[in-house]
């Protein structure tokens, strides 16, 4: 951190031995009256106190600390190194804004400053960070404030599918019972050309009972499956549950919202 001498703030330069600093304070504004004198020094030694207690604190990493020990010295001293020193700490802790005004105050207090090019460069770095942060800042708010497009609704047809198959497992059951009957009639029919025929339909209503069960079972298998797939893509999946339940004469999907 700077330290405080007569000419002002040296940034980037060895700090000045002790002696130059008390002498900075005693020497800083005009003579006041003896009384005024007394408590004038104690002011100065005060801050002078405050000022080397807070460059140690920040040498230490107790940036916190400084700042408010600089701070306090403001109060007793208007000393413009005492704003470069609080700048550097402001920065310190990642208070950019604060660190802005300090900088900006110092180079007012310090218009001839022997750093005032480097601090100006530095003011300059503050402005532009400030900037991008509140480009950014403005950026993210219209992202969260643009409207969100409508909710992709799932597909019907995969349900469509999940349907026809369930239909074709129905009529497979019927001409599984159709095929029955038919071989029960072949059994019991004396006559051998009658028998003959209906145990020829029974066969062919059970083949056709056959080949629906696997193509509706296949329907209805994809259908399903698909149709989660399709719900759990959708802006509907955050919502929805789909239980599908598979048993013996049984295939159930229920979807809950």
């Known amino acids: 951190m700077a330290s405080m001498t007569r000419a002002g703030v040296r940034p980037y330069l060895p700090r000045p031995p002790l002696t130059s ?38 040498e230490e990493g107790e940036v916190e600390r400084a700042v408010a020990l600089l701070q306090e010295a403001r109060t007793l001293r208007r000393e413009p190194v005492l704003l470069y020193n609080l700048a550097r700490a402001y920065e310190t802790l990642g208070r950019i804004d604060e660190a802005l005004a300090a900088y900006e105050q110092y180079l007012v207090e310090e218009p001839d400053g022997s750093g005032r090019g480097a601090i100006e460069t530095r003011v300059t770095a503050l402005r532009r960070q400030i900037a991008e942060r509140e480009a950014l800042a403005e950026a993210e708010r219209l992202a969260r404030e643009r409207p969100r497009p409508p909710p992709a609704r799932p597909s019907a047809l995969p349900w469509v ?34 028998a003959t025929a209906s145990l020829a339909l029974a066969e062919d209503l059970a083949l056709g009972a056959n080949i629906l069960y696997v193509i509706g079972g296949a329907l209805a298998l994809g259908g399903a499956i698909w149709g989660v797939i399709d719900l759990a893509s959708s802006d509907l999946g955050e919502h929805a549950e789909a239980r599908l339940r598979i048993g013996p004469g049984l295939a159930r999907l229920d979807i809950l919202w």
Do not use: C, I, K
């Not at 020094?41 to 460059?55: H, I, T, V």
């Open 161 to 194: 599918t999940l349907g026809a198959g369930a239909l074709s497992l129905g009529v497979a059951v019927t001409l599984g019972a159709l095929a029955w009957d038919a071989r029960e009639d072949a059994e019991n029919d004396p006559a051998h050309s009658t």
């Open 21 to 58: 600093v008390l002498a900075a304070l005693l020497l800083f504004g005009p003579g006041p009256t003896r009384a005024a004198a007394q408590e004038t020094s104690g002011d100065e030694q005060r801050a002078l106190d405050l000022f080397m207690e807070a460059e140690q604190a920040y």
